[in-house]
């Protein structure tokens, strides 16, 4: 059962910030055991340059990070998903799609480092505290014995993770 890749969705209404930064994340720190993907329900088609900037410094890859609809996701031939995680409030009570399979599904909403207004320091900042709360909350999902909980078990898991916070701190 080591051998198992477990597929991750992190849903948005934009897919330009909080949704990539997780993708991106899920992604180093999964280590191949989790394959992450991101989708809003209205993608703005392009990701913001801030967490594109973020993730650059922080050493991880961003080659392939796109805004995209979760219509991708719903569609034939789409990966089949284990996990849905919504990371803004906005998609956590939009009506999803039918996702095939019966992922797991929690709310792990973060707030929006884009609707930040101020000074490019302050844009920054706001990003590092969202990438530090995601990161929190990835790392404890990935080490997780997810083949050794129960569904009603693992879906408390998952809640209690999207509680999760990170104060103070740099993600430096």
Same mark, same amino acid.
């Given at each position: 059962?080591?051998?198992?890749?477990?597929?991750?969705?992190?849903?948005?209404?934009?897919?330009?910030?909080?949704?990539?930064?997780?993708?991106?994340?899920?992604?180093?720190?999964?280590?191949?055991? #989790?394959?992450?993907?991101?989708?809003?329900?209205?993608?703005? !088609?392009?990701?913001? =340059?801030? *967490?594109? $900037?973020?993730?650059?410094?922080?050493?991880?890859?961003?080659?392939?990070?796109?805004?995209?609809?979760?219509?991708?996701?719903?569609?034939?031939?789409?990966?089949?998903?284990?996990?849905?995680?919504?990371?803004?409030?906005?998609?956590?009570?939009?009506?999803?799609? #039918?996702?095939?399979?019966?992922?797991?599904?929690?709310?792990? !909403?973060?707030?929006? =480092?884009? *609707?930040? $207004?101020?000074?490019?320091?302050?844009?920054?900042?706001?990003?590092?505290?969202?990438?530090?709360?995601?990161?929190?909350?990835?790392?404890?999902?990935?080490?997780?014995?997810?083949?050794?909980?129960?569904?009603?078990?693992?879906?408390?898991?998952?809640?209690?993770?999207?509680?999760?916070?990170?104060?103070?701190?740099?993600?430096?």
């Amino acid at each position: 059962m080591t051998d198992r890749k477990y597929h991750v969705l992190f849903l948005c209404t934009g897919n330009s910030a909080r949704s990539i930064l997780a993708e991106a994340l899920i992604n180093h720190w999964g280590r191949g055991r #989790f394959v992450g993907y991101s989708a809003g329900s209205r993608p703005v !088609g392009r990701v913001n =340059p801030v *967490a594109l $900037e973020l993730l650059k410094h922080m050493q991880l890859p961003t080659e392939g990070l796109r805004s995209k609809s979760w219509d991708e996701f719903a569609a034939p031939g789409a990966p089949q998903l284990d996990f849905v995680f919504t990371v803004c409030d906005n998609a956590a009570g939009e009506q999803c799609p #039918f996702w095939p399979g019966q992922p797991m599904t929690a709310h792990w !909403g973060v707030e929006d =480092p884009a *609707a930040v $207004e101020g000074n490019d320091t302050e844009k920054w900042l706001a990003f590092r505290k969202v990438f530090r709360e995601l990161e929190n909350r990835i790392k404890i999902f990935v080490n997780l014995k997810i083949s050794s909980l129960d569904r009603l078990s693992l879906q408390n898991r998952l809640q209690e993770i999207g509680r999760t916070r990170v104060d103070g701190g740099d993600a430096s």
